[in-house]
């Protein structure tokens, strides 16, 4: 007696697709087992974010109160909250690879970055801290996308290979 009908020992032929984008796969991956499997968001820009010294979420509660920092992670959820006086705010989880902080967007900036925040997005977020014994407060000023993160290249030229005219073109 088989267990297999006839039906299932048939090839079964998939379509062929495109692989899904790094990013969906992620987000996908996230959604589905709650972390990441073949890597991170933030993997790829890893070293942009050390040169501009932005701070892992793990390191920024051992900030001060009123001191500036930089953090970058992706977006893992957004709440939005009507002020007293009808303006939008907003408070945004975000998870880099060492931790998650809930951020507060304040009116002012909400209204300047709102179009910036999307669930899974990877954002760099330019803020201070706000704490005292009871609560501690990161507050953002400035959000920027990783795809608007300052590119930085370097190039190595030999001297004795190129002249000023050269130089001047590069």
Same mark, same amino acid.
């Given at each position: 007696?088989?267990?297999?009908?006839?039906?299932?020992?048939?090839?079964?032929?998939?379509?062929?697709?495109?692989?899904?984008?790094?990013?969906?796969?992620?987000?996908?991956?996230?959604?589905?087992?709650?972390?990441?499997?073949?890597?991170?968001?933030?993997? !790829? #820009?890893?070293?942009?974010?050390? %040169?501009?010294?932005?701070?892992?979420? $793990?390191?920024? /509660?051992?900030?001060?109160?009123?001191?500036?920092?930089?953090?970058?992670?992706?977006?893992?959820?957004?709440?939005?909250?009507?002020?007293?006086?009808?303006?939008?705010?907003?408070?945004?989880?975000?998870?880099?690879?060492?931790?998650?902080?809930?951020?507060?967007?304040?009116?002012?900036?909400?209204?300047?970055?709102?179009?910036?925040?999307?669930?899974?997005?990877?954002?760099?977020?330019?803020? !201070? #801290?706000?704490?005292?014994?009871? %609560?501690?407060?990161?507050?953002?000023? $400035?959000?920027? /996308?990783?795809?608007?993160?300052?590119?930085?290249?370097?190039?190595?030229?030999?001297?004795?290979?190129?002249?000023?005219?050269?130089?001047?073109?590069?």
């Amino acid at each position: 007696l088989s267990l297999l009908t006839e039906r299932t020992q048939e090839e079964i032929k998939l379509p062929d697709t495109d692989e899904f984008p790094s990013s969906k796969l992620l987000a996908m991956e996230k959604e589905l087992m709650g972390f990441y499997v073949s890597g991170h968001p933030l993997s !790829h #820009i890893e070293g942009e974010l050390k %040169r501009l010294e932005a701070t892992p979420i $793990e390191q920024v /509660t051992e900030k001060e109160d009123g001191e500036k920092a930089t953090i970058a992670g992706v977006v893992e959820s957004i709440r939005t909250n009507l002020t007293k006086n009808g303006s939008m705010m907003a408070y945004v989880e975000l998870e880099d690879m060492t931790s998650s902080q809930e951020v507060t967007v304040f009116p002012d900036a909400y209204s300047k970055y709102s179009s910036l925040l999307e669930k899974s997005k990877v954002v760099l977020i330019a803020g !201070h #801290i706000q704490s005292n014994e009871e %609560r501690f407060s990161f507050i953002a000023d $400035e959000i920027r /996308t990783s795809d608007r993160l300052p590119q930085s290249m370097s190039i190595d030229i030999d001297a004795d290979r190129i002249d000023a005219e050269d130089l001047y073109k590069l």
